[in-house]
């Protein structure tokens, strides 16, 4: 069974940082690309950044240069490390994998920046 299980949400002044982790069970965590992404009140859901097996990433417009995702095969977890925060940044972050074709979702973190 899938579970993803996100951390280090919280309140943070604007321009600030808040790093974030997400620790994986039930996959074959090294095989897998991994993603982040989050939902803000009354938006859609928005793809962060995403993370290959090989560790390359790519990252949403939004947050380009100020965040940054990293995973640690060792220990099956995925960061994101958010520098320069702003207003806008505030949202739930969920942590996403998909295996065998189903998307499976952790429940969430609330980031809020306050300015």
């Known amino acids: 069974q899938v579970q993803l299980v996100e951390s280090g949400g919280g309140l943070v002044q604007a321009g600030g940082s808040l790093r974030l982790s997400c620790v994986a069970s039930g996959i074959t965590f090294s095989m897998y690309a991994l993603a982040w992404h989050r939902q803000a009140p009354g938006k859609e859901r928005e793809l962060v950044a995403t993370?290959?097996?090989?560790?390359?990433?790519n990252y949403g417009d939004s947050v380009k240069g100020r965040f940054t995702i990293s995973r640690d095969n060792a220990k099956n977890t995925m960061n994101l490390q958010m520098n320069s925060l702003k207003p806008e940044d505030t949202a739930v972050y969920y942590c996403?994998?998909?295996?065998?074709?189903?998307?499976?979702w952790g429940k969430g973190t609330l980031v809020t920046v306050s300015s």
């Open positions: 993370i290959t097996s090989g560790g390359s990433a």
């Open positions: 996403n994998v998909k295996k065998f074709g189903r998307d499976y």
